[in-house]
């Protein structure tokens, strides 16, 4: 079974804080890990994609992935509260090639 | 504008009267899937299709029906809609296969089976 698993939160950070995202996943040899944000009652939306261990980094956004601890990392730096959503972590599992497995989300909240 | 569309956004019905959810997308993607999204579940994809008339299973597809007869559109249809189906689903597309998981989705439909 592909799973991937996120804590549910709710996480709250204050503002300018750095906020600290997890995920795990089920299959070591998975190559393609993304972090979407979800915003109250809107749709989903690409934020970061990763697929090397190491660090990316996008503005504010850095994610970390750890294939041999099979875990992938979102952090915010300088948080804002505009940056309070559900953050969903999505895994492309080997021979499910044209599938996403999303996680269930961690909700984010930013305090002013 | 590239976008995603839906319709309707809200539905409620009631059990056993069919119903589909239309999906369209205006950026000449190959890729189109459809997802269900309910509390604590996350994010489960029900179809995908690779292109025109090429559509397969993903991981709750029971009780769902797609088509693709053109690749702008996906419609979801709901043969006999029963009240497990209540959920907010989306459709997503993504311009071709290495871009799988760059999804754009759609604004989402909230459907209530009575």
């Known amino acids: 079974q592909k799973e991937v698993e996120q804590n549910s939160g709710p996480l709250s950070v204050p503002e300018g804080a750095i906020a600290s995202l997890n995920c795990t996943y089920s299959?070591?040899?998975?190559?393609?890990f993304f972090w979407y944000r979800q915003y109250s009652g809107k749709s989903p939306e690409l934020i970061m994609s990763i697929y090397s261990n190491g660090d990316k980094e996008d503005g504010r956004f850095t994610a970390q992935l750890n294939k041999a601890s099979q875990y992938v990392s979102l952090l915010i730096r300088d948080s804002q509260p505009s940056d309070s959503a559900t953050y969903l972590c999505?895994?492309?599992?080997?021979?499910?090639?044209?599938?996403?497995?999303f996680g269930s989300g961690t909700q984010l909240t930013v305090l002013p | 504008e590239a976008q995603v569309t839906q319709n309707p956004r809200y539905l409620i019905t009631v059990t056993g009267k069919k119903l589909t959810v239309t999906c369209s997308q205006n950026?000449?993607?190959?890729?189109m899937s459809w997802y269900r999204q309910d509390p604590g579940l996350g994010l489960r994809q029900i179809y995908y299709s690779m292109n025109v008339e090429v559509t397969d299973k993903g991981d709750v597809p029971e009780g769902y029906k797609v088509s693709r007869k053109e690749k702008r559109n996906f419609p979801l249809i709901l043969e006999s809609p029963s009240p497990n189906q209540t959920s907010l689903y989306f459709c997503?597309?993504?311009?071709?296969?290495?871009?799988?998981?760059?999804?754009?989705f759609g604004p989402g439909t909230r459907l209530t089976v009575l």
């Open positions: 999505a895994v492309k599992f080997p021979g499910s090639a044209r599938q996403l497995t």
């Open positions: 997503a597309s993504t311009l071709a296969a290495g871009s799988w998981g760059e999804q754009f």
């Open positions: 950026m000449n993607h190959e890729y």
């Open positions: 299959d070591r040899v998975s190559q393609s």
